[in-house]
């Protein structure tokens, strides 16, 4: 076995960009090597508990970091000789400063992320299929006219399973951040799964239609009466009786079945509700389930590419710019600061910088500062963007 | 052009592209070995540092994955 390559995955796995390659890789590894469970173990509590645990909780002023750091650059600088270079290297290693702490703070926020939300989906940059042999399927490689079971459309975003594929009968679609995917199942069940969505199924004709869902899930699933359906939820399961419904697991304080039409039966370990149409079962992970109408619009908007929101903060839109753009949200501002509240519309596709001019600007200008990245955007309440860049 | 001879053209825009793919990997590995949350950052700090004052050659390594995987490992060894 070969730890420090196990370990180098197991780090990409906890960063969230391991490649399908690697996964595959690595839990080949696990299956062989029940060192390497051990090891994976003790990594994750390494790195998500004791010394990291205690600076997870700490608020961290990038303003008095950067500060600090400038001092020792131009410490070293003095020790140095051209001017002109050492004002350079100033710039870049600031620069690098910079988007150090930029980072630190997202890594900070992930591993948070990963204790208060412990059924986190994996990030993959495209949709994948991982089957139980845990071979990973890249869909979009995936030719028009349908290999090993999978045809897909044109623009590779609806894709159809005719069956086993590469005769193996059961797998888990995961979708990347920021895009939809629709997949019609053998039983011709059509699921929709948005963004960073994980939906482990059997692809069998035959076997009971079990099911396992974590993030968002529009089901349209067809009757069968001599196949019960069932989906699990990381808290609760959904007992299907032949129905059009959504399910929202992304927050674990805030978990949604909504029912458009048909009728499921939800439940956990406190309680078990039968939803009618139009209205939805709502609870917080371990929490009795709560029943409620729904604004279909709005819950139904991700469908269409829209993503409402009214009244959220900060902190509340970082979600919902994951799921519209897959973009990340680093935030330097503390909760005491967060106070200012937005209302609007997040479309996908449409440019992010325009979406921030239209709906954010107006309230948080010159008060925050906005620094957009390929994959991110960085807000912070310290200082203005001419600073850093 | 590739990264790292961008980087040895003096091309920051290239150093931070370096650092904004491996920054994580870098701290993370960095962490497990030092298990030290400082020491981590400035090993991490450092190897970018050090990229741009030394612009090293990549030849000897199959990709600038494994040259900052190996330095991590140099430099947490030392200290």
């Known amino acids: 076995m070969n730890t420090d390559q196990i370990t180098y995955w197991i780090i990409d796995e ?61 410490q070293e600088s003095e020790k140095n000789k051209p001017v002109r270079r050492n004002f350079n290297t100033l710039l870049i290693l600031l620069l690098v400063a910079c988007t150090a702490f930029y980072w630190y703070l997202r890594y900070q926020r992930n591993l948070l992320r990963q204790q208060t939300v412990n059924w986190a989906v994996p990030v993959y940059k495209k949709p994948v299929i991982i089957l139980k042999d845990s071979t990973i399927i890249e869909l979009d490689t995936i030719g028009i006219h349908g290999n090993d079971g999978i045809s897909v459309n044109k623009q590779h975003t609806s894709f159809e399973i005719s069956g086993p594929i590469r005769n193996i009968d059961e797998g888990t679609i995961i979708t990347p951040p920021g895009k939809d995917f629709t997949f019609q199942l ?79 039966i939800v439940k956990n370990d406190k309680r078990s509700v039968m939803l009618q149409p139009n209205s939805s079962a709502n609870w917080k992970q371990r929490a009795a389930i709560q029943t409620a109408s729904f604004n279909k619009k709005e819950v139904l908007s991700w469908l269409k590419g829209e993503y409402a929101f009214s009244s959220i ?15 990340e949200i680093v935030l330097d501002a503390t909760a005491a600061t967060d106070t200012l ?49 | 052009m590739r990264l790292m001879e961008r980087i040895a053209n003096n091309d920051p825009e290239a150093l931070e592209t370096l650092f904004m793919a491996h920054r994580q990997r870098v701290y993370m590995d960095a962490y497990v070995r030092l298990k030290d949350r400082s020491a981590a950052w400035s090993v991490t700090t450092d190897i970018y540092s050090w990229i741009w004052k030394e612009k090293p050659d990549i030849s000897p390594f199959s990709s600038v994955k494994s040259l900052l995987q190996e330095e991590v490992k140099k430099r947490t060894i030392v200290k």
């Open chain 1, 341 to 389: 509240r937005f209302s609007g519309v997040s479309i996908r596709g449409k440019s992010i910088e325009v979406f921030f001019q239209e709906n954010i600007y107006p309230q948080a200008l010159p008060k925050y500062s906005f620094i957009y990245e390929t994959d991110s955007i960085f807000i912070s309440s310290y200082h203005a963007p001419k600073e850093n860049k």
């Open chain 1, 313 to 327: 903060t900060f902190q509340e839109l970082v979600p919902i710019i994951r799921r519209s753009h897959g973009l």
């Open chain 1, 186 to 264: 053998p039983d011709k069940t059509l699921i929709r799964l948005n963004g960073q969505t994980y939906y482990k199924t059997s692809f069998s004709h035959t076997a009971p239609r079990e099911a396992f869902a974590n993030g968002e899930v529009y089901v349209m699933a067809a009757p069968d009466a001599n196949r019960p359906f069932t989906i699990n939820l990381p808290d609760g399961k959904i007992q299907v009786l032949g129905t059009t419904f959504n399910i929202n697991t992304y927050q674990p304080d805030h978990i949604q079945v909504a029912l458009v039409d048909g009728s499921v």
């Open chain 1, 14 to 74: 906890l960063h969230g960009d391991i490649t399908p390659e690697d996964a595959a890789l690595l839990q080949k590894a696990l299956e062989d090597h029940p060192e390497a469970v051990t090891l994976r173990n003790d990594l994750r509590k390494l790195l998500t508990e004791g010394e990291m645990q205690g600076v997870i909780g700490k608020e961290i002023s990038l303003k008095r970091a950067i500060t600090e750091i400038s001092k020792g650059i131009e």
